[in-house]
């Protein structure tokens, strides 16, 4: 990032699905995956886009998504108590 790359660059993956580097981080801190609260709190503070659709499948049904959402999940679930760092990140 320092180097000028786009936090809010898009993704597509090969069934057309198309996600952002927060989404994927933000699924991350979600999962409890280890640096992933950081790694969405830094691309938050970036100014990366918490409102970017990404698509994820549960159970064979792709669900539209946004990062914003999976922080909010995740303090919901209290998969990553992190996750508050994320939300605050975006106000």
């Known amino acids: 990032?320092?180097?000028g790359a786009d936090v809010d660059v898009v993704v597509v993956e090969?069934?057309?699905?198309?996600?952002?580097?927060l989404w994927w981080a933000a699924v991350a801190a979600h999962a409890g995956a280890a640096?992933?609260?950081?790694?969405?709190?830094?691309l938050a503070e970036?100014?990366?886009?918490?409102?970017?659709?990404?698509?994820?499948k549960a159970y064979?049904?792709?669900k539209e998504?946004?990062?914003?959402w999976w922080a909010a999940r995740a303090v919901h679930d209290g998969a990553?108590?992190?996750?508050w760092r994320?939300?605050?990140a975006t106000s």
């Open 60 to 62: 064979g049904v792709r």
């Open 1 to 3: 990032m320092e180097k």
């Open 46 to 56: 970036r100014g990366a886009d918490v409102n970017a659709f990404g698509i994820h």
């Open 14 to 21: 090969s069934d057309g699905a198309e996600s952002t580097p």
């Open 86 to 88: 994320i939300l605050r």
């Open 80 to 83: 990553a108590g992190g996750a």
């Open 65 to 68: 998504s946004t990062p914003l």
């Open 35 to 42: 640096g992933g609260v950081e790694l969405a709190t830094l």
